[in-house]
């Protein structure tokens, strides 16, 4: 555990790709194979495995330390994390060591042992009594690890492709390999660490898919020298996109967020069995209904759902578009060219005859202007805009400039009004980041319709939370109700129905686009506005 908090150190007190680089490097050059793929787990958001709740965590010091529980509450409020505030109380009740620790115990043994024992005690009294021993023998630091790991909430501030390339640094091992062996479900042990670092050819397991190839943005940039007969265009739906493999006489279907979600679309699960052995196809998800395509909340009415209903199936039938062919016939396709592969793809997906599977269709331009045209006619074609694909590129790991460009439409807008602010996690725990915002109904009430924590600068989060310490009218645990004086622009992907929500809709990838100081309140935009956003967006009259 030594080691590995002094990782985290290292990793969160800079915003130096080299230094996180060097650091992780140093770390994986001397830790135990065991550790080091704990480590890989933990740094990748491979385990997120929460062994008790941050509620119960809490309930266990304070029945253990007899805290004031107002006191907790308050200590919680200011602080904005239960791990934090729980390192920081440990720190000043002196449960826990200054310097250094005396536990010797690896991160193996934390994860095998130690966590998994805490969880198995019955008895609340004695889980509460072993949770501060475990305390007395770390850190603070540690115990914050320790807390985060126990709840499954453990983050630092590295990305995937950063491990990768001090993985790849330290063992002489192609990123794109070691990229690849990290897909899908993964294993712990020494045995499996070595497998991902192998200067020698490692076999795939039967369900493992390839790492996703992802674009950039498009902008002035890439519009320099455009060629449109280099492109291959098409639109950008709004789903999930995921591929789904047929290996071994079975099927699996992977998330881009590398979630098996198999079992959550059974029916295409049931008609990809028909898919050639050996074949790996990239596509997007959707709900295909009455020869449309739904929004994407009715898509998300399907997901986490490991049991569907047969009233689910019904109403929320899910369909495939296929992007690119990434396996035929067991081999490795993804350094040929797009058009290569997409000729694999028209071999495997133009066999079927299901309407739920389709192969996205390739629209043509000849000019920079007319692809304009084309991205403003998006939602009529319910898409969210369009792709732009090199037809001479190879399928790379991640996103490599020039390779994959995404072209959206500009988001739909709504001004709405500042209701209620809620303190952020991590290095913003002190402030007041997370917004929820209203519009005006019929009696001129504001109802709560969305909530953004994206889209100011530094500056203005500074100012709004000074502001909102000096306006609050009311507190509801880590939440602040605060006087109705100030408009932003909301910018969203999306809009829905939803009867899940007091306002009637749903929005989309959220976010603050501007602070709307030229604006009333009694400018914003109603409810009814948001309506007829929806009618028009869903081509209705």
């Known amino acids: 555990m030594k080691e590995f908090a002094a990782l985290y150190e290292e ?23 065991e ?6 787990m933990l740094l ?8 008790i709740t941050s509620r119960t965590l809490s309930s266990l010091f304070l029945a253990s330390t007899h805290y004031p529980e107002w006191l907790w509450d308050e200590s919680r409020d200011h602080v904005g994390d239960t791990a934090e505030t729980l390192s920081l109380l440990a720190h000043s009740l002196e449960l826990c060591r200054a310097t250094s620790s005396s536990s010797n115990k690896s991160l193996t ?7 998994p024992y805490l969880a198995k005690i019955k008895d609340e009294k004695e889980q509460a ?25 453990f983050r630092v501030g590295v990305s995937d492709k950063l491990v990768i390339r001090a993985l790849s640094e330290v063992y002489d091992v192609p990123t ?23 200067q020698e050819a490692v076999s795939a397991t039967f369900s493992q898919p390839y790492p996703f190839c992802l674009a950039h943005p498009w902008s002035e940039r890439s519009e320099k020298n455009f060629d449109p007969g280099e492109w291959c265009i098409e639109w950008k739906y709004d789903g999930i996109r995921a591929q789904v493999i047929r290996r071994e006489s079975q099927t699996w279907i992977w998330s881009r967020g590398e979630e098996d979600i198999t079992d959550t679309f059974p029916e295409l699960a049931e008609i990809f069995a028909d898919l050639p052995e050996g074949s790996v196809i990239d596509g997007e998800i959707l709900v295909f209904k009455e020869d449309r395509i739904s929004s994407f909340q009715s898509l998300q009415r399907r997901l986490g759902r490991k049991k569907v209903s047969a009233q689910m199936l019904k109403e929320f039938p899910a369909g495939f578009m296929g992007y690119d062919c990434l396996e035929i016939n067991g081999q490795d396709v993804r350094q040929e060219t797009l058009k290569n ?6 071999k495997i997906l133009g066999k079927f005859k299901s309407p739920q599977v389709r192969i996205s269709p390739v629209v043509e331009v000849t000019s920079l202007e007319e692809l304009n045209f084309l991205r403003s006619q998006s939602r009529e074609k319910d898409a969210e805009g369009l792709m732009l694909k090199w037809w001479a590129g190879v399928y790379s790991v991640g996103r490599k400039t020039g390779n994959w460009w995404k072209y959206k439409v500009d988001p739909l807008t709504l001004d709405a009004v500042l209701l209620y602010a809620q303190s952020g996690t991590g290095r913003r725990s002190n402030l007041y980041t997370d917004y929820t915002f209203a519009l005006w109904n019929e009696n001129h009430e504001l109802i709560p319709f969305a909530k953004a924590y994206s889209g100011l600068d530094q500056k203005e989060i500074d100012e709004l939370d000074a502001w909102i310490r000096r306006h609050t009218k009311e507190k509801f645990g880590p939440v602040r109700s605060v006087e109705a004086q100030h408009v932003f622009e909301i910018g969203f992907e999306g809009i829905g129905a939803s009867s899940r929500h007091k306002s009637g809709i749903a929005v989309r990838f959220p976010r603050i686009l501007r602070w709307r100081k030229d604006k009333k309140v009694d400018d914003a935009d109603t409810l009814t506005s948001a309506q007829e956003l929806l009618k028009a967006v869903n081509n209705e009259p």
């Open 44 to 51: 990748t958001g491979k385990l997120s495995r929460r062994t």
């Open 176 to 198: 794109d390999q070691i990229a690849h062996r990290l897909s899908g479900s993964l294993e712990t042990g020494a045995e499996a660490f070595e497998r991902v670092v192998s």
């Open 11 to 33: 990793l969160d007190s800079t915003t130096s790709t080299n230094e996180k680089v060097a650091a992780l490097k140093k770390y994986f050059t001397k830790a135990d194979p």
């Open 109 to 115: 043994q934390w994860m095998e042992e130690e966590i």
């Open 341 to 346: 592969r997409k000729k694999h793809l028209q």
């Open 35 to 40: 550790d080091s793929m704990w480590t890989l």
């Open 129 to 153: 009594d072993h949770l501060l021993k475990l305390w007395k023998k770390l850190t603070t630091q540690e115990v914050y690890i320790l807390n985060k790991l126990i709840t499954g909430a």
